[in-house]
């Protein structure tokens, strides 16, 4: 299960700063990928990038907010986490965590989804 | 605009079968078969119904299907009811990202 947590409002060129808390599983499964997506009526689903742990950490973004995010698997606390810097208007979506189904690619858990609008 | 091409509709009564597609999907060796498809409700988070072309995740109902022909996947939803209405996402890999969306297919159950 997957429990998304963060601030529903955030002001233009703040960070977007939000977590996905993780229960019956662990954030350094060799067996998963924990993503980050989100989803707006203009630009439709969108993938935010990936973080897994195989004997290391490994990232992957997407291109179009490459320079401006960055994602932090904390074990201590079983969570990963999303922060998106110089965040616009456009940044306004609804975001949602996801880990893949076991050595697959398609996405088996969701959190279930956080409303982030970006507003002064 | 969509990396992938869904109809944006699609309808059928109770207990019919219903077919739509998803054009776009990568032919590279090794990642030809990376197509999912997730089923939406207002709302609600995406669910997955069908990953790898045409495997089910444990507790999706068999009348669920899919499939692939070259850079075209398919859907079916066999034995149409009420709580299929939704709307309906493929994903396939990309050179950019491992994850590409179609627009959607809103499936109305009349």
């Known amino acids: 299960q997957l429990q998304q947590s963060g601030p529903g409002l955030v002001r233009p060129s703040q960070t977007l700063s939000l977590t996905c808390a993780i229960s019956g599983d662990s954030v350094s499964s060799n067996r998963a990928a924990w993503n980050w997506f989100r989803q707006s009526p203009s630009s439709g689903l969108e993938w935010l990038g990936r973080?897994?742990?195989?004997?290391?950490?490994?990232?992957d973004y997407g291109v179009s907010v490459e320079s401006r995010i960055s994602f932090n698997p904390d074990t201590s606390n079983n969570q990963f986490s999303l922060q998106l810097n110089s965040v616009t208007p456009e940044d306004t979506a609804v975001y949602f965590c996801a880990r893949t189904i076991d050595d697959s690619s398609g996405l088996a858990y969701w959190g279930q989804g956080s409303l982030v609008t970006v507003s002064s | 605009q969509s990396a992938l091409t869904q109809p944006a509709s699609v309808s059928g009564s109770p207990g019919q079968s219903i077919t739509f597609s998803c054009t776009g999907i990568?032919?590279?060796?090794?990642?030809?078969?990376?197509v999912s498809w997730y089923q939406q409700h207002p709302g609600k988070a995406p669910k997955l119904v069908i990953y790898?072309?045409?495997n089910r995740p444990s507790g999706v109902s068999d009348r669920f299907s899919g499939s692939k022909s070259g850079n075209t996947a398919s859907l079916t939803i066999s034995g149409l009811q009420a709580d299929d209405e939704a709307d309906y996402f493929c994903s396939s890999y990309s050179d950019s990202s491992p994850y590409v969306f179609g627009g959607g297919t809103k499936v109305t159950v009349l």
């Open positions: 990568s032919s590279d060796d090794g990642v030809d078969n990376y």
């Open positions: 973080t897994y742990y195989r004997s290391k950490w490994y990232f």
């Open positions: 790898d072309v045409s």
